[in-house]
């Protein structure tokens, strides 16, 4: 129990210790680190999280944010060949001109339109409903025992009984 008990405080130490380093071991800028030296950047392959702000042909204009989600940077991405809708979240890799252009060499687009998010929670709401629906249909609930018990129909119940004849 012991050695359960170190190896479970080891591992709960190494995620707190990743978590805390992990914007300084991201290998590229972040929203904060755009804002306070933005020269340092230009000329470098990036990979950047925006807003889709303007879209037009093959260029759009997108917001990088900042921790507190202040607007850290505006840049215009051209050679984007990934559809997407104004508020729209990508991910772009390219390099960072000193226009504060920038040429993508790979578009990801994470949700197309502001709409996709509440798309993506309402089908996962339905999905967890339709599983909790299915699990209550095969399993009861026993609160006094917090526990659950398979479900048995009528028949199987009858038979189970010990015969009195």
């Not at 989600?69 to 984007?80: I, K, P, Q, R, S």
Request: include cysteine; charge should be negative.
């Amino acid at each position: 129990m012991a050695v359960a008990t170190l190896l479970l405080t080891t591992l709960a130490g190494l995620c707190v210790h990743y978590g805390a380093t992990y914007d300084e071991r991201w290998p590229h800028p972040t929203g904060d680190q755009l804002q306070d030296d933005p020269s340092q950047f230009t000329g470098q392959q990036v990979l950047l999280f925006g807003e889709v702000q303007t879209v037009r042909d093959d260029t759009i204009v997108i917001h990088v944010h900042d921790d507190a989600d202040d607007v850290a940077a505006e840049l215009e991405v051209t050679n984007v060949d990934k559809s997407v809708e104004p508020g729209g979240m990508v991910q772009v890799y390219g390099v960072v001109n000193p226009d504060w252009t920038m040429t993508a060499e790979k578009t990801v687009v994470v949700n197309r339109s502001d709409g996709a998010s509440t798309y993506k929670y309402v089908v996962s709401l339905a999905g967890v409903l339709l599983a909790i629906g299915y699990f209550c249909k095969h399993w009861q609930i026993l609160p006094q025992k917090l526990g659950f018990e398979p479900r048995t129909d009528r028949t199987e119940r009858e038979t189970d009984r010990p015969n009195d004849g």
